[in-house]
């Protein structure tokens, strides 16, 4: 299958050679409704940036392939299983103390029913409506290629 992820790096982004405390690779899954809606997450108490919401996914792993890493974190956080997805998007940022990056697939095909298993609110959003939700900075880049993504079908 031919990627056709849309690959954006930040100017300014340090490489991870550089003189960073953390670089952290990330995935995370947009699922969609019957009804057109995208899924997004909480972030639960006594996490970073606690309250705020994101698409759901997690770090990948060393090693890790990120198709892997999603399905592992959409099996570990949401208890759905992942038949197919593709990548939309990655890209840097940068937060004070690490360099997260990140990386958005569809989620074409899924079985199961979403619940959040790490005690996080979930909620589907129609993708023209995430803009009044609060979704963390860092995820603003896959709110805009989603909308993208829809004004191009």
């Known amino acids: ?9 930040k ?5 991870e050679k550089e003189n960073v405390p953390f670089f952290l690779e990330v995935v995370a899954g947009a699922l969609f409704d019957a009804e057109g809606r995208v899924l997004i997450a909480q972030r639960p108490e006594g996490k970073a ?3 705020r919401w994101e698409f759901p996914g997690g770090k990948v792993d ?7 890493g999603l399905v592992r974190e959409l099996r570990e956080e949401l208890g759905v299983e992942v038949h197919e997805a593709e990548r939309l998007i990655r890209y840097s940022h ?6 997260v990056r990140l990386d958005l697939w569809l989620v074409t095909s899924w ?9 996080q609110a979930l909620k589907w959003v129609r993708p023209e409506r995430l803009e009044f939700e609060d979704i963390l900075e860092a995820d603003q ?7 993208a993504r829809n004004a191009a079908r």
């Not at 100017?11 to 490489?15: A, L, T």
């Not at 079985?111 to 005690?119: F, K, V």
């Not at 880049?141 to 909308?147: K, T």
């Open 1 to 9: 299958m031919r990627d056709k992820a849309v690959v954006l790096e």
């Open 11 to 15: 100017e300014n982004v340090p490489s």
């Open 49 to 51: 940036l606690a309250g």
């Open 62 to 68: 060393q090693g890790e392939h990120p198709r892997d």
């Open 94 to 99: 940068a937060y004070a103390d690490r360099v």
């Open 111 to 119: 079985s199961g029913d979403p619940r959040g298993l790490d005690d």
């Open 141 to 147: 880049p896959m709110v805009d290629a989603l909308l």
